[in-house]
Every structure is written in C-alpha cells, then in structure tokens.
C-alpha cells in the first residue's frame, strides 16, 4: 500500500491567509515549510487512489503529485474518499470535484456525518448519481459495493467512533460517529494504517488501534492546550475545539509513551510550535522517535 500525504495542516493551512503569527511568518519567508489543509490519498497500485479526507486545497494537491492527475482528456484517478467528520477542512474540496468523475465518487462518512453534510448545498450532489455517498458501518469491516470499488476489494477499512465533536457549523455537539478513525490494510496483509486526524482524548478503542496498528497517523493539531490565547490567535482552548494537545499533562506524548507503533502526526495548526525544527517542541517529537507528517511524504506498508 502506497500512503502519500497530499496536505498535514489543519483548517487554514500554514501559512494561514489572514495570520501573522510566527509560523505563518516563517512559512511565508521559507524559515519553515509551507503545507496545505490535510488530507492522504493511498493505493495499491499507484493507479487507483482513495482520499483520506478532502481537503480546500485537493486542486493544488492533484498537481504537486502526477498520479492524481488525469490521463484521458477528463478524466480522474481518483475513485472515492473515507471522510473522518464533516469540518470543511476535511471534506471541502468536494466542492471542487463536483464537475469530476463520469463514472461518481464513492464517498464514505458514518451516517451522523453524512447528515450534516448533505445538508449543505456545496456537499449534497455526492449524495445524487453519479455518486453515492455511503455509511461506514462502525466497528465492522466495509463491504465493497460493486465494481471499481477499491473498498473491500483491495483495502480492508474498519471505521470506529472516537471522542469528538461535530463541527463549530453544527454546534459542536457530541455525537457517537460525529468523529471517527479508519484502520485499513491491502487485503491480505497484515500491516495496518491508523488514520486518526482528529480526536478529543484517546479512550480505550483508540488506544488498542493506536497499538495495533504498524503505521498511526494521528491529531497533531496543538503541542499545547492554550497556544491559541497565549499567541493571542483565538479564545479557545484546544479540548475545546475536540482536539487532544500533543504535549503536556494528559498529551498524546504522555499518554502513548509504553506505545511501539510508528507515529506520524499530522493536522498541525499553524499555531503549533511542532511547525518549526528550532523549536523544542519539534524537538521532543523527535527524541520519542516519532515523525511530523509534511506535505509530499510518502511511505510504503
Ligand atoms: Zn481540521
Ligand atoms: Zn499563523
């Protein structure tokens, strides 16, 4: 299974359009490196690819990466999304492949995610032929649905609900399935992906696929709980936003530290200070001999 990250920031990107803080800054002059909303897209074999969230930037992600670009006059490798939850950095650029696909995407969410986002004008087409927008069934292995499905014919995909909330759009609210994570391995195979963007604390699912699981790719969004006040950035804290911070009493860090498993965050937010390699945070990550997801990192499980 080839894994390519197309984007490793969260909503905004780095830099962020309307920031001036030290990353974005940083980003903007070339101290740091730049990176789009996130989003993976894999496959087995380099020709058919499934996004992993799709992201505002998809359109900018397709060109810095010659397999998702089209190879008749229109056309597109890619045959279908799994979607975590309904934030519009995740699932935004469907809006832009609304003129794409002959054939349809198949679009897969849980079903409260489904809801809330076909009930938006920009999202509701995928829920219209040519395409088909289906449930993840949660903690039971997808079925293919026929056809060019890359779904149950070549990946293996269980979906589970991790803490979280729906988006800020749709109150927040906590719902089972509002937030989930994918394992997926290629058929047959034991090496298994854990894609999990986002989640407000890790309970006991997550922490045995997290375990489980030979690659995780996981929340990176804040090093620390208050790093949008102190940066005077925003007025919230980051379990606020359903987002567990790397660092700190209760982190991701600390809570996965008896954990083997080769972890890669990713969905940084501009104001993490895991952005910058000067920073100790960065530094940290390291020494724990975990990765920092960028833009155009590939790997092969
Ligand atoms: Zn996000
Ligand atoms: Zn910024």
Not at 46 to 65: H, R, T, V
Request: glycine content about 10%.
């Amino acid at each position: 299974m080839i894994v390519r990250v197309l984007g490793s920031a969260a909503g905004g990107g780095v830099p962020q359009w309307n920031c001036a803080c030290k990353n974005c800054e940083g980003a903007r002059t070339g101290r740091i490196a730049r990176r789009t909303q996130s989003s993976l897209a894999v496959s087995i074999d380099g020709k058919d690819w499934l996004l992993l969230n799709c992201s505002p930037d998809i359109a900018a992600q397709i060109e810095a990466f010659a397999p998702l670009q089209p190879h008749q006059s229109r056309g597109t490798p890619i045959v279908g999304m799994l979607l975590t939850d309904a934030n519009v950095d995740h699932l935004g650029g469907l809006a832009t492949l609304r003129q794409g696909g002959a054939g349809g995407f198949t679009v897969r969410s849980s079903a409260v995610v489904r809801e809330i986002a076909t009930a938006q004008p920009a999202f509701s087409p995928f829920a219209q032929p040519p395409h088909r927008w289906l449930e993840v069934p949660l903690d039971r292995t997808c079925q293919s649905e026929g056809a060019g499905d890359i779904v149950g014919d070549e990946l293996t995909v269980r979906a589970f609900s991790v803490p979280g909330v729906t988006p800020g759009y749709d109150g927040r609210r906590r719902l089972q399935g509002a937030v989930v994570a994918y394992e997926i391995a290629e058929r047959g195979r034991d090496d298994r992906l854990l894609f999990a963007p986002v989640f407000a604390s890790i309970d006991d699912p997550l922490m045995r696929a997290i375990s489980a699981a030979t690659v995780a790719v996981v929340d990176g969004s804040f090093y620390s709980e208050d790093e949008l006040l102190a940066g005077g950035l925003l007025p919230k804290r980051a379990r606020d936003l359903g987002h567990q911070p790397v660092g700190g009493a209760g982190g991701t860090l600390e809570r996965l530290s008896a954990v083997r498993t080769h972890l890669i965050f990713t969905h940084l937010n501009n104001s993490n200070p895991m952005l910058d390699p000067q920073s100790s945070a960065h530094a940290q990550i390291r020494a724990f001999g975990a990765d920092i997801a960028y833009d155009g990192m590939e790997l092969r499980l």
